[in-house]
């Protein structure tokens, strides 16, 4: 990332001219080992959110719904840099939460702290609920000896597709007797 005093921000930009946001200009490698093209968000995505924040009598024009998602990717840029700042200066390896709230703080954008800080302890029980339920979970719990046989079974098939396509011996089911 590099530092630019020359952002020209528009008159009615709620930034301070010197603040931490103004200092702050983001190149198209300042995301590592991406080109401006490769960061993007998912378009439909963003242009469903963009429609639910509105009044449904409020068509929003393609050349606006793009801008609208370049500046949601620069936001995450700039939240994500600042984010690795306040990581390395107390010598941490990973991003925290505490150090995105942080990052917040540091922007100017505190006043949304608490509404950020409620959306991750509501993701963290949706995602807690999740696991709970198992992330393979059909509803049907299987015995150890189930999902033993099921594991072999699954094994057996990728060693086939990994050697040519062969399909496994079939087994003969328990139900089943030798003589017909």
Not at 99 to 118: S, T
Not at 123 to 149: I, P, V
Request: proline share 7%; aromatic share 4%; with cysteine.
């Amino acid at each position: 990332m590099t530092r630019s005093s020359s952002i020209s921000l528009p008159p009615s930009s709620p930034f301070p001219p010197n603040s931490v946001v103004t200092r702050f200009k983001m190149e198209p490698m300042d995301i590592v080992g991406k080109s401006k093209e490769d960061a993007s968000l998912p378009k439909a995505t963003m242009t469903k959110i963009i429609k639910e924040m509105l009044p449904p009598d409020v068509r929003v024009a393609r050349d606006a719904q793009d801008l609208l998602i370049e500046c949601c990717v620069e936001f995450i840029n700039l939240i994500s840099s600042e984010s690795n700042e306040v990581c390395s200066r107390e010598e941490k390896r990973t991003i925290a939460p505490e150090h995105v709230l942080k990052a917040l703080q540091v922007l100017g954008f505190g006043e949304y702290i608490d509404e950020v800080y409620a959306a991750y302890e509501q993701h963290k029980l949706e995602t807690m609920d999740s696991l709970k339920g198992g992330k393979w979970s059909n509803g049907a719990e299987m015995t150890e000896e189930e999902a033993l046989a099921e594991q072999q079974r699954m094994f057996a098939e990728a060693r086939a597709r990994m050697n040519g396509g062969a399909a496994p011996p079939k087994e003969p089911d328990s139900d089943q007797t030798l003589d017909s």
